[in-house]
């Protein structure tokens, strides 16, 4: 990961055209623009695999910064500190987590844990007074994810879920060329996201914890992508399973899924989640003017593509870093992703989770309404 930030320097537009420095030790680069705004002081709930990336992540930030923890490991809190100096003020167990809303250190926690937990936590979170970030998928079901976005609304505090992608340059790029029409009439997305899960015994692959399978973990993926590539919402989506190994994938964790969506427009979107086969990490897309291939789509990058008209050459920068800076800017100034993701965006993707989940069930074709 270090390497790739030691590049060269690269002058970024975020998905808003604010142009943001991020440096390196390059002897060429450009004096640095300083910063001198609000900065989101955050802490991290859940020191995991993932909740690691974001702390690396975060040491490039300009507009947000890592100030405080929250894990049930007291060793992993101790290694946190002297690694990213946190003092102990900042630090939390999940018993006196809620303590958090008396400390005017920390603007907002970043819930990083199984998914099972999410819904609980971040209610938690809201009633202490602080802004939620919160990693997909931010629930098992809607219904959870909807108590989610109400008790931030009660609580008057703003609810991001952990769409890298929507602030990662490439992504960003196809969007805004959809948007302008250089695809035509968009007709057809196909979404491909899965990998070979290893460790039987992790939480992934625990209903309870997990909400299900892949669906719930890389599916979607696919599911946002084909929403906002497509700049649609599905009305419709058929589903199948297959299931090929029930002892590692037991009732309730999905292996494999492939589902269909329907879009108001007649587009349609056709995709795979999988927890059984590797290197699926591919988005494809094409209208009536033009096409786009992504490969790989959503993978930590650098992510790689190509349209009707030659490569997407926007720089690979690291997503986390690019989105903590978006959400600061976003809770700070108002300053929208060109995609949201917001509460709501999050909720809209449990919803056609549950579609989905249904379709595979009764084998039959879900309306949705979103
Ligand atoms: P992980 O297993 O590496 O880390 C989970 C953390 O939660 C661990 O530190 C663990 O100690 C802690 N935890 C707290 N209570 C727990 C409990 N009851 N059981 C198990 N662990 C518990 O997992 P991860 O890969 O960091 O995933 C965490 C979340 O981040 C998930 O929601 C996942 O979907 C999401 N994630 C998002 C991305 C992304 O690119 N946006 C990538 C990976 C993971």
Redesign the pocket.
Known sequence: MGSRRNFIEKLTVSAVGVPILYHSSNLFAAPEVPYEGPILKVAIM??????TRVAEAMKDCKRAKLVGVI???PS?IKDWQSKYGIPKKNCYN?ENFDAIKDNADIDAVYV????G??KDQSIRVAKAGKHVIC???MAINAEEGQAMVDACKAANVKLLI?Y?MHYEPKTVEVIKMRKNGEFGKVKFFQGQSGFTIGDPT??RLDKK?AGGGAMM?IGIYSINGARYMLGEEPIWVTAQETKTDPVKFEEGVDETIQFQLGFPSGAVANCLSTYNMSNLDRFFMTGSDGWVEMKPSTG?GPIKGRTHKGELDQPHITHQTLQMDGMAQLIFEGVQPIVPLDGEEGVKDMKIIDAIYKAVETGDKQNINL
Not at 46 to 51: F, H, M, V
Not at 112 to 115: A, Q, R, V
């Open positions: 859940g020191l995991g695999s993932y909740g894990s049930g490991t992993k999940y990083i844990t199984p998914n937990l999410h990693e997909k998928p952990g890298r992790q939480w914890l973990d930590y």
